[in-house]
């Protein structure tokens, strides 16, 4: 499998463990019973709980668009060294970026969320 795909994978694999993250949390707030419910009245999470979703739905919105640059490098021909760079980068930055944004560091939540979009911005490149 190419190494952009790779990283695709690996990609939504920290997307399923990130899900788990928030919805372990969530539960520790509210309750099994809440969160099988119909979710209408769910009070908003905050602290380690709020940070798992909003690090998860952050995830969820780069890897669409990573996704889609990556699969249409594959489909035209143009995945190279600089795609598989740019897709490494956007891996290792969403890796860092769960790790920061959970333990609520501000900044530098930021920067690894830069890494990753350069990461997109790379692979993206190649298909202009």
């Known amino acids: 499998m190419p190494h952009d795909l790779q990283m695709l994978v690996w990609s939504a694999a920290l997307a399923i463990v990130q899900m788990f993250i928030a919805v372990f949390a969530c539960m520790a707030v509210v309750g099994l019973p809440s969160l099988a419910g119909n979710r209408d009245n769910l009070p908003p999470m905050g602290g380690f709980a709020g940070r798992a979703c909003r690090a998860y739905s952050n995830m969820l919105e780069g ?3 990573f996704a889609i640059v990556v699969i249409v490098a594959q489909i035209t021909g143009r995945a190279n ?4 760079l740019g897709a490494t980068l956007f891996f ?18 930021t920067a690894v969320w ?13 298909l202009l």
């Open 114 to 126: 830069a890494v990753s979009l350069a990461g997109i911005v790379m692979v993206g490149s190649q």
């Open 81 to 84: 060294a600089t795609t598989a």
């Open 63 to 65: 890897l669409a668009i």
């Open 92 to 109: 290792w930055g969403r890796v860092a970026h769960a790790i920061v944004y959970l333990a609520g560091i501000p900044w530098v939540r």
